[in-house]
């Protein structure tokens, strides 16, 4: 059973500059990360060479999962203060958000789509209404339900809301970069403990803060 996402503890932006999160993990003699990876056989060895149970992201969770009908898909665009947003919508609902062109049209759900990103953009809207197409899996659901329970213009820490799914911070990280609907489903709100922590849409870790600083959220930051 998935536990309840209000346990999370929503936070203000801390004051710290942008720093990737995988960066901030010390290199050891050998160049290679802190903390051990990945080997080639799916399990995870540990800072000593040790292998234990994998804690990242594995195929089953994004990458076997099944891949929608390109019919009735339409995809709508937008122009906003972090770039160029297009939405593809399949059977009236939100796919996927990525940055690039699309035409804006002018009724149905992908008219609304982009006036509530327009409203959201101009200030006018802290939550999404849009309808979003179901998760391919049941780790995308439950991790989407978490970050969408991050209230507007408050954030999260990749450990608190690992904590609150059942995986490692490492994996919720690689969980947020593999958001396929960004803004509206706010990966946005999840930063390091100690930094802001990575951000995989176009213009990087600025972008994230873009949007941190239109929610308010990014007022303690240098």
Known sequence: MTPPVAA?????????AAVDAERMRPRRADGAR???GINRSGDRADGNGKRGTMDLITDESF????????????????ETAVGPLA???????????DWARAPRPGRGV?????????????????????????????????FRAAMLAIPYGRTVTYGEIAEEVGISPQAAGQACGANRIPVIVPCHR?????????????????????????????GLLI
Do not use: H, Q, W
Not at 128 to 135: D, H, Q, T
Not at 196 to 205: D, E, F, K, M
């Open 87 to 97: 939405a593809t919508l399949i059977d009236g609902g939100v796919e996927s958000i």
């Open 34 to 36: 802190a903390g051990g």
């Open 110 to 142: 992908g008219a609304e789509v982009c006036g509530e990103l327009e409203a959201y953009f101009a200030g006018r809207l802290t939550r999404f209404e849009a309808p979003l197409r179901p998760g391919r899996t049941e780790f995308e659901r439950r």
């Open 190 to 218: 999840v930063v390091a403990a100690s930094g802001l922590g990575g951000y995989s849409g176009a213009g990087g870790v600025e972008a994230k803060v873009a949007l941190l600083r239109l929610e308010g959220a990014a």
């Open 63 to 78: 990458e076997n999962a099944p891949v929608p009908p390109a019919e009735n898909s339409i995809r709508v665009g937008v």
């Open 8 to 16: 999370l503890r929503p936070r203000p932006v801390p004051r710290l």
